[in-house]
Protein backbone atom coordinates (compact mmCIF):
# COMPACT_ATOMS: atom_id res chain seq x y z
CA UNK A 1 0.00 0.00 0.00
CA UNK A 2 0.91 3.87 -0.93
CA UNK A 3 2.00 6.38 1.59
CA UNK A 4 -0.77 8.27 -0.34
CA UNK A 5 -3.21 5.19 0.22
CA UNK A 6 -2.48 5.00 4.32
CA UNK A 7 -2.90 8.73 5.15
CA UNK A 8 1.29 9.43 4.97
CA UNK A 9 2.87 11.85 3.78
CA UNK A 10 7.01 11.55 3.34
CA UNK A 11 7.69 14.27 1.50
CA UNK A 12 6.85 18.33 1.04
CA UNK A 13 6.40 21.11 2.20
CA UNK A 14 2.81 22.65 3.43
CA UNK A 15 2.20 26.27 2.14
CA UNK A 16 0.68 29.79 2.34
CA UNK A 17 1.81 32.13 0.21
CA UNK A 18 0.81 35.69 0.24
CA UNK A 19 1.87 38.64 -1.76
CA UNK A 20 4.26 41.82 0.29
CA UNK A 21 3.88 44.52 -2.67
CA UNK A 22 4.49 42.67 -6.28
CA UNK A 23 6.94 39.81 -4.26
CA UNK A 24 5.59 36.72 -3.23
CA UNK A 25 6.38 35.22 0.11
CA UNK A 26 5.41 31.64 2.30
CA UNK A 27 4.83 30.71 5.64
CA UNK A 28 4.32 27.03 6.99
CA UNK A 29 0.81 25.86 6.98
CA UNK A 30 1.27 24.58 10.29
CA UNK A 31 2.19 27.72 12.25
CA UNK A 32 -1.25 29.24 10.91
CA UNK A 33 -4.44 28.96 13.14
CA UNK A 34 -6.83 31.29 10.77
CA UNK A 35 -6.60 34.07 8.28
CA UNK A 36 -8.92 37.17 8.82
CA UNK A 37 -10.18 39.95 6.55
CA UNK A 38 -8.65 43.44 7.25
CA UNK A 39 -9.26 45.24 10.68
CA UNK A 40 -7.51 48.31 12.15
CA UNK A 41 -5.46 47.45 14.78
CA UNK A 42 -5.40 49.58 18.46
CA UNK A 43 -2.33 51.36 18.54
CA UNK A 44 0.29 50.54 21.43
CA UNK A 45 2.62 53.52 22.23
CA UNK A 46 6.47 52.90 21.89
CA UNK A 47 5.77 49.51 19.61
CA UNK A 48 8.10 48.83 17.15
CA UNK A 49 6.89 50.64 13.90
CA UNK A 50 6.18 47.32 12.36
CA UNK A 51 3.74 46.72 15.16
CA UNK A 52 0.45 48.35 13.85
CA UNK A 53 -0.99 47.30 17.24
CA UNK A 54 -3.44 45.09 18.68
CA UNK A 55 -6.62 43.28 17.78
CA UNK A 56 -9.21 41.36 19.90
CA UNK A 57 -9.12 37.89 18.55
CA UNK A 58 -12.00 36.22 20.45
CA UNK A 59 -11.28 37.93 23.80
CA UNK A 60 -7.14 37.04 22.80
CA UNK A 61 -5.76 40.11 22.41
CA UNK A 62 -2.71 39.44 19.60
CA UNK A 63 -0.09 42.32 18.17
CA UNK A 64 -0.22 42.88 14.44
CA UNK A 65 2.58 43.33 12.49
CA UNK A 66 2.82 44.66 9.24
CA UNK A 67 4.98 42.22 7.37
CA UNK A 68 6.29 44.49 4.40
CA UNK A 69 7.50 47.16 7.41
CA UNK A 70 9.22 44.21 9.03
CA UNK A 71 11.07 43.04 6.30
CA UNK A 72 12.87 46.48 5.32
CA UNK A 73 9.39 46.99 2.64
CA UNK A 74 7.41 49.66 1.81
CA UNK A 75 4.42 49.32 4.49
CA UNK A 76 0.93 48.39 3.44
CA UNK A 77 -1.79 50.42 2.90
CA UNK A 78 -4.45 48.11 4.00
CA UNK A 79 -7.63 47.35 1.48
CA UNK A 80 -10.28 45.19 1.12
CA UNK A 81 -7.95 42.16 -0.67
CA UNK A 82 -5.62 42.79 2.33
CA UNK A 83 -5.94 39.88 5.42
CA UNK A 84 -4.22 38.87 8.89
CA UNK A 85 -2.75 35.97 9.41
CA UNK A 86 -3.04 34.72 12.81
CA UNK A 87 0.39 32.31 13.37
CA UNK A 88 1.61 30.79 16.30
CA UNK A 89 5.00 31.46 16.96
CA UNK A 90 6.69 30.35 20.11
CA UNK A 91 3.44 29.54 21.45
CA UNK A 92 2.55 32.99 20.84
CA UNK A 93 -0.28 34.39 19.14
CA UNK A 94 0.64 36.87 16.27
CA UNK A 95 -0.97 38.59 13.42
CA UNK A 96 0.48 39.19 10.18
CA UNK A 97 -1.08 41.89 7.89
CA UNK A 98 -0.21 41.15 4.64
CA UNK A 99 -1.21 42.48 1.04
CA UNK A 100 -3.56 39.54 0.27
CA UNK A 101 -3.02 35.86 0.44
CA UNK A 102 -2.37 34.14 -2.73
CA UNK A 103 -2.75 30.04 -2.65
CA UNK A 104 -2.10 27.17 0.14
CA UNK A 105 0.13 24.58 -1.38
CA UNK A 106 2.52 21.35 -0.99
CA UNK A 107 5.58 21.68 -2.69
CA UNK A 108 7.93 19.42 -3.52
CA UNK A 109 11.62 18.89 -2.05
CA UNK A 110 12.81 19.84 -5.39
CA UNK A 111 10.97 23.05 -5.92
CA UNK A 112 13.21 24.02 -2.15
CA UNK A 113 16.21 25.99 -3.09
CA UNK A 114 18.83 27.45 -0.63
CA UNK A 115 18.90 31.06 -0.12
CA UNK A 116 21.27 32.71 -2.73
CA UNK A 117 24.09 34.93 -0.57
CA UNK A 118 23.61 38.48 -1.64
CA UNK A 119 23.32 40.62 1.33
CA UNK A 120 22.14 40.70 5.06
CA UNK A 121 18.70 42.67 4.59
CA UNK A 122 15.54 41.71 6.34
CA UNK A 123 13.78 39.28 3.98
CA UNK A 124 17.21 37.45 3.42
CA UNK A 125 17.74 36.73 7.56
CA UNK A 126 14.60 35.66 7.47
CA UNK A 127 14.06 33.51 4.39
CA UNK A 128 14.77 29.71 5.39
CA UNK A 129 14.66 28.59 1.21
CA UNK A 130 13.13 29.87 -1.88
CA UNK A 131 10.94 27.91 -3.70
CA UNK A 132 10.85 27.81 -7.84
CA UNK A 133 6.85 27.15 -8.14
CA UNK A 134 4.83 27.73 -11.36
CA UNK A 135 6.79 30.05 -12.73
CA UNK A 136 7.09 32.22 -9.40
CA UNK A 137 9.77 32.71 -7.33
CA UNK A 138 8.21 32.78 -3.49
CA UNK A 139 10.47 33.44 -0.68
CA UNK A 140 9.70 31.09 2.86
CA UNK A 141 9.94 33.09 5.62
CA UNK A 142 10.90 31.93 9.17
CA UNK A 143 8.41 33.12 11.57
CA UNK A 144 10.44 32.20 14.72
CA UNK A 145 12.62 35.00 13.46
CA UNK A 146 10.12 37.61 14.21
CA UNK A 147 10.22 37.36 18.28
CA UNK A 148 14.07 37.27 19.27
CA UNK A 149 15.79 35.41 22.21
CA UNK A 150 13.23 36.48 25.20
CA UNK A 151 9.75 35.57 23.05
CA UNK A 152 9.33 39.72 22.86
CA UNK A 153 8.37 40.67 18.82
CA UNK A 154 11.86 41.78 17.05
CA UNK A 155 12.73 45.11 16.25
Do not use: C, Y
Not at 96 to 124: F, H, K, R, W, Y
Amino acid sequence: MSDTQTGNKTSGLEIISFFLGEQVFSVNIMAVREIRGWAPATPLAHAPRHVLGVINLRGTVIPVIDMALRLGLEAINPTERSAIIVASIRGQLVGLLVDNVSDMVTVSEDEIQSVPEVGATEVQRMTTAIIAKDKSMISHLDLDSLLDEEGELAA
